[in-house]
Each structure stands twice: as structure tokens, then as C-alpha cells.
């Protein structure tokens, strides 16, 4: 978990930067979760709150579990004017709840810092019988082989990292990981939907952007802004502009 409190110590700019989520996801969960006003739901890791607002319109109660001091003070102001919400600030691992009192257990880009040996049983113990667990992340990939761009931001990584910042836009692997995990612990109606979308940034925003991420703030400083300022400079010799493409994968079970 060390990782996870460089984002503590970020908040502004993990706010400003991480991507949202579609609408088009939101209302498949909701829809298959059933929720309304009488419903409990928990939401797991939830960081600045990007993924939290849809829930907290249906009506139902929301306790955000965070282990980040700041971003729980962050997203209890944020949230302040649904009655129906409140934040812990402790690990999910920690946490205490009465089992099967829940309808909805969902976690947006975060429950990979759980182990899968305590977050799946964990979850399946505190849903009531029916209740969903939902599972999400957003997965930017910025490697096209017929982008000049990326192909330079790629030789970037390689002359200060030694490798290649790639991963697959369909990670097949990583779905079924999930996917045979909720299966494993108990979970029926196992479901996978994929979702796309694109963001475009500025060489000054995409630099914002990695200051996000935990292995890019555990460079050498120094290196990390020469880093910094071989990208902008890239970014601004081939237009200025940089695009990501996002795949959000969302898994959903059911406790029997």
C-alpha cells in the first residue's frame, strides 16, 4: 500500500488529472445492482471522489472507505450536501460493518491494492444475499504503433527508464484475472463490459497527468524533470497536442 499515499500527498492534482468514468457504466451498475433510496452501498479507495456523485443521485446511503487522511477530509467536503454520505478514513482491510447489510460493494480503479485473498471474501461476506459487487478501472493506453507521437514518448521511456511504458488497449489477462477471482470467491452473474473514450492534453496537462501515477513520482527528481521536459518537448514538436485512449473495464457479480 506504500504506493497508494503518494496520491495523499497529491490531492489537487490526482483531482484535477485522473479521468472520469462514462455515464453509459454508471447506469449499467446501477441497473444491475437495482439500487434506490433504501439501498446501502460502500465504495472502495475513493480517492477525490470521481466516481462516487451517480451513486450518491439514486438516493442511497454511501460510505466511502479511504485510507488517505486527505482525501477523505477532501471528499467529505466535497460530499458534504448528500445527507446519505459519509467517509472513513481507514483501510477497507480495517474496516468494520455489520455482514450481509449491504447491496452494493464498488470500487473505481482502486481494489487492486487489496489483496484478492481478503478484499473478495471480505465483500462477499458484508452483501446481503443478492447484493453486487462492481469492480472497475480505466486503463489508458498511449502506444499506437502508427502514432509518431507515442512511438517517441515510448523511446523517451526507454532512455530514462530502460523499458517501454506499454500495455495491451484489450488486456485479456488482466479481465479473466478478475473475472475467475469473483468467481473463485463465490460470486454468480459474473459479467464483463468494456467501455472507450479518448482525452487530449497539452504537454504541460500530460506531465500533470503522470504526476499521478506512483512510478512515475518515485523517479529521481532530477531525472523526473528532465523526464518531464523531454515529453513536453515531444508533445510540442508534433502539434502540442497528445491523445489517450481509455478502456474502462467493469466486472460484476452477485452473491447467491
Known amino acids: 500500500m506504500a504506493g497508494y499515499y503518494v496520491f495523499d500527498e497529491n490531492v489537487a492534482v490526482y483531482e484535477k488529472w485522473r479521468p472520469r468514468y462514462v455515464e453509459d457504466m454508471y447506469s449499467d451498475i446501477i441497473a444491475y445492482a437495482g439500487l434506490s433510496s433504501q439501498s446501502n452501498a460502500i465504495e472502495i ?13 439514486t438516493g442511497c446511503a454511501v460510505t466511502a472507505i479511504e485510507i488517505g487522511k486527505n482525501l477523505a477530509e477532501f471528499v467529505s467536503c466535497r460530499y458534504a450536501g448528500y445527507p446519505k454520505f459519509r467517509v472513513e478514513n481507514i483501510s477497507f482491510e480495517e474496516f468494520a460493518c455489520e455482514p450481509q447489510t449491504l447491496d452494493l460493494v464498488y470500487s473505481a480503479t482502486a481494489f487492486h491494492w ?27 493506453f498511449v502506444n499506437r504503433s502508427n502514432d509518431p507521437l507515442h512511438k517517441e514518448i515510448q523511446s523517451i521511456y526507454m532512455k530514462y527508464r530502460g523499458e517501454v511504458r506499454t500495455q495491451p488497449e484489450y488486456d485479456a489477462d488482466k479481465y479473466r484475472s478478475v473475472q475467475d477471482a469473483m468467481c473463485r470467491y463465490g460470486f454468480v452473474d459474473v459479467r464483463l463490459k468494456l467501455y472507450h473514450t479518448t482525452r487530449q492534453f497539452s504537454g504541460d496537462d500530460y506531465v500533470g497527468l503522470l504526476n499521478t501515477y506512483s512510478d512515475h513520482l518515485a523517479m529521481d527528481t532530477s531525472m523526473r524533470l528532465r523526464f518531464e521536459a523531454d515529453i513536453k518537448k515531444a508533445i510540442e ?16 457479480g452477485r452473491k447467491p
Open 114 to 140: 487489496i489483496p484478492p485473498e481478503i478484499g473478495y471474501p471480505k465483500a462477499f461476506e458484508l452483501l446481503r444475499g443478492g447484493g453486487s459487487i462492481a469492480l472497475f478501472w480505466n486503463r489508458p
Open 237 to 252: 514538436s508534433f502539434g502540442g497536442i497528445v491523445t489517450v485512449y481509455d478502456t474502462i473495464d467493469l466486472h460484476m
Open 45 to 57: 479507495g475513493i480517492g477525490t471522489g470521481q466516481a462516487t456523485e451517480p451513486f450518491l443521485r
